[in-house]
């Protein structure tokens, strides 16, 4: 069916990933042994259409691509799930790729990437009927004039509109007054509000922005969130980490179902950080993409790392924002 009713409606990146497992992360001038190299599908809204597919829900995809053997690897993956795939492949061009070097004791990686401009999406390439007929739209950064336009379009047809952006770049700003739940990482919300203090980072950009609600996540901090009236905050789980790639992705990808579920705040947050914790379990990107069952048993029953912020801290910061309005 042509422009059917979707859950999830994302714009951006993807990537084949070349995943170089190594000893240890090498010094300047240094030598290291690589132990293995694997070829992974990744770029993060790709992989959270992946997820939310898996998960049960109707998923289309929008992005852009070489005319080589990894689009093709690409479009083959997303129909093989289901995913309806608008893939606007540029002639003569490599696809975009990324090189993840992977420390063997930590798991901790570092991303290389590589983008040729001529895989830019522009919103000719959109058609308004595939954003809102969405229940959510999920964008990131990579092309902010396509996503502009999208978000546009998602908010005046009251389709609700959330992103992934990790750093400052050309189109943030423009994009964040179309965005109604921001998953951003802590250090652009601290570059966006001048404050490092991050509970007193996102009330100001709430209301800066009239967002419904923001939340940074925070690594093995875990997440929190200000949904304009109180503070949210999830500690991660302890997991056995082989390889933190797609940790925020799969974070994403949870945020997403919960919202779509209409779970409460505290359900959200904990539910997409067991399962970034369980993909940190496996290699790559879409490592390990548990089943709802295993996230959910995780959440319940998982030990967690040390948290972040302490309930009193949150607490006192609640009252002062509830005094301040």
């Not at 070829?39 to 993060?44: E, N, P, S, T, V």
């Not at 690897?73 to 490599?94: K, N, P, W, Y």
């Not at 609700?160 to 919300?189: H, K, N, Q």
Request: proline share 3%.
């Amino acid at each position: 069916m042509k422009n059917k009713r979707v859950d999830i409606t994302g714009i951006g990146e993807n990537a084949v990933d070349h995943v170089l497992r190594l000893s240890e992360f090498p010094a300047p001038d240094g030598k290291v042994l690589i132990e293995s190299v694997a070829q992974r599908l990744g770029g993060q809204i790709a992989t959270v259409m992946v997820a939310c597919r898996l998960w049960g829900l109707e998923a289309r995809y929008i992005g852009s691509s070489g005319d080589d053997a990894s689009a093709d690897m690409h479009q083959s993956e997303f129909a093989r799930l289901g995913i309806e795939t608008h893939l606007v492949r540029a002639q003569d061009t490599v696809s975009r790729l990324s090189y993840i070097l992977v420390d063997r004791g930590s798991g901790s990686r570092a991303v290389l990437s590589r983008r040729a401009k001529q895989l830019s999406l522009s919103p000719a390439h959109l058609e308004k009927e595939w954003i809102v007929n969405s229940r959510l739209l999920h964008v990131d950064a990579e092309n902010p004039e396509a996503s502009l336009r999208a978000a546009q379009w998602a908010r005046n047809a009251e389709v609700p509109v959330m992103c992934d952006f990790d750093l400052f770049t050309d189109g943030v700003e423009s994009l964040l007054p179309w965005i109604d739940y921001p998953v951003i990482s802590s250090r652009l919300a601290s570059s966006l509000s001048r404050d490092t203090r991050l509970l007193s980072a996102l009330p100001s950009l709430q209301r800066k922005f009239g967002f419904r609600a923001i939340c940074v996540t925070l690594g093995e901090g875990g997440a929190l969130a200000w949904d304009g009236s109180r503070f949210w905050y999830a500690p991660s789980f302890r997991v056995k980490v082989v390889d933190t790639t797609g940790a925020g992705d799969l974070f994403h990808a949870g945020f997403a179902y919960g919202l779509l579920r209409g779970w409460r705040w505290k359900k959200v947050l904990e539910f997409s950080c067991a399962a970034a914790g369980l993909n940190c379990t496996a290699e790559g990107a879409r490592g390990r993409i548990a089943k709802l069952a295993e996230i959910e048993k995780l959440r319940k029953t998982g030990r967690r790392n040390p948290a972040h912020f302490t309930a009193r801290q949150i607490g006192a910061t609640d009252q002062q924002e509830t005094r301040q309005r």
